[in-house]
Each structure stands twice: as C-alpha cells, then as structure tokens.
T-cell receptor, first 115, second 116 residues
Framework: AQSVTQLDSHVSVSEGTPVLLRCNYS??????LFWYVQHPNKGLQLLLK??????LVKGINGFEAEFKKSETSFHLTKPSAHMSDAAEYFC?????????????FGQGTTLQVKP | GAVVSQHPSWVICKSGTSVKIECRSL??????MFWYRQFPKQSLMLMAT?????????EQGVEKDKFLINHASLTLSTLTVTSAHPEDSSFYIC????????????FGPGTRLTVL
C-alpha cells in the first residue's frame, strides 16, 4: 500500500533561517513524489517533483528536495525562509504505472515564518 | 504553462438549490481531471476522477447522484452539487493531468461553497 507521512504538523522558523519539512513515504512500486504549497483559501501550487531522474530536485522559490530511497524520505528544504513562505505544505506520492494517477496526500505541514 | 482555472471562486446558495462549478485547463489538454474536497485545516479528499468522454469514477462514500461530474471536453470538467445542504459547504478544488506517463496534477484555485 502507498502512504505518506509528514512528520511535523507545524514548523516555525525565523525569517532568514533554513527550512526543513520532513516527509516519509511507503510505496510498493517506484514512486513519483511531489511537494505542493497552499496559501490560505487558494489552490495548490506545485513546488517540485521527483519522477526517477536526479535524486536532488530543485523547485520554485528556492526550494529543493532530495529523494532518498534507503530512507524512504523526500524532505523539503530551503536555505533561507521568507515571510511569503508561510503556508501549508503537502507531500504527495503516486506510483509510476498507476492506471488512475491518484495522488496520496500527507496531512500537511503548516510553516510559520516569524519576523 | 499548466494553468487550471475554476469558476466561480466562491458561491453562496440556498439549501435545496443546485450549484455548478467549472474547471478548465487553459493551456493544455487534460485527459484526466480530479475533484477534491477540503475541510478546514485538513488535507484534500479525492471525490472523483473523470476522463474525457467517460463516466466519472467516484471514491467510496461519495454520492454520485449528489455530486454530478461531467468531462465533456479535454479542457473542461464540471461538478454540480445537486440539492445542496449546509453540510455540503466546503472548499472544492479540481486538478488536471496532461496525459499518460506524467502523473503531475495541476490544481485550480478552488471554489468556496456556502449553503445557507
């Protein structure tokens, strides 16, 4: 079975400090992994995705994530947080070869950025 | 690229009326579209998957007679909430996927439905 666990429901950082949002997945098949961001009352915006190419994936707005198969992890990082990064972040998995393309969502991590 | 729009962005209706929400892929053809529901401070819950020209596949527990989905073209899917009641009030989000081999879903901005 496929599942995603976001290890922190809430992360608080100061502006200018690094961000780490943790995600572990479980998949019987080769996974495709995504990070999405959602600002209040908005839809989801794709930050980055891993689909079996380079394990270090760079996304928009300075975010990146590293796929570690041995640790079944796909943590999201950013060197320096900005106030505009405050939002809800979702780690998402699907599996390559899926007929339906259904996404499995983590429960989300709320990122708070303090001035 | 890969922009998905939804209309309306918010709607208020009276109990017992029906509401239609449109989801459009603006710059790509969407072979598959998805409809989600999101409760406050929760993750997204998949309601149904629709492929162009086919009947939608509903998730367990979702009433297909209440939530009618039509995917008439490669750029448009609609969700109609029939005989809406206050418990149907929610944030509805659609997404679109370009085609086979790419599992990326691009999300619309969402529709806030309030049923009085």
């Amino acid at each position: 079975a496929q599942s995603v666990t976001q290890l922190d429901s809430h992360v608080s950082v100061s502006e200018g400090t690094p961000v780490l949002l943790r995600c572990n997945y479980s998949s019987s098949y080769s996974p495709s992994l995504f990070w999405y961001v959602q600002h209040p009352n908005k839809g989801l915006q794709l930050l980055l995705k891993y689909t079996s190419a380079a394990t270090l994936v760079k996304g928009i707005n300075g975010f990146e994530a590293e796929f570690k198969k041995s640790e079944t992890s796909f943590h999201l990082t950013k060197p320096s947080a900005h106030m505009s990064d405050a939002a809800e972040y979702f780690c998402v998995v699907t599996w390559q070869g899926s007929n339906t393309g259904k996404l499995i969502f983590g429960q989300g991590t709320t990122l708070q950025v303090k001035p | 690229g890969a922009v998905v729009s939804q209309h309306p962005s918010w709607v208020i209706c009276k109990s017992g009326t029906s509401v239609k929400i449109e989801c459009r892929s603006l710059d790509f053809q969407a072979t598959t579209m998805f409809w989600y529901r999101q409760f406050p401070k929760q993750s997204l819950m998949l309601m149904a998957t629709s492929n162009e020209g086919s009947k939608a596949t509903y998730e367990q527990g979702v009433e297909k007679d209440k939530f009618l989905i039509n995917h008439a073209s490669l750029t448009l899917s609609t969700l109609t909430v029939t005989s809406a009641h206050p418990e149907d009030s929610s944030f509805y989000i659609c997404s679109a996927r370009a085609g086979t081999g790419d599992y990326t879903q691009y999300f619309g901005p969402g529709t806030r439905l309030t049923v009085l």
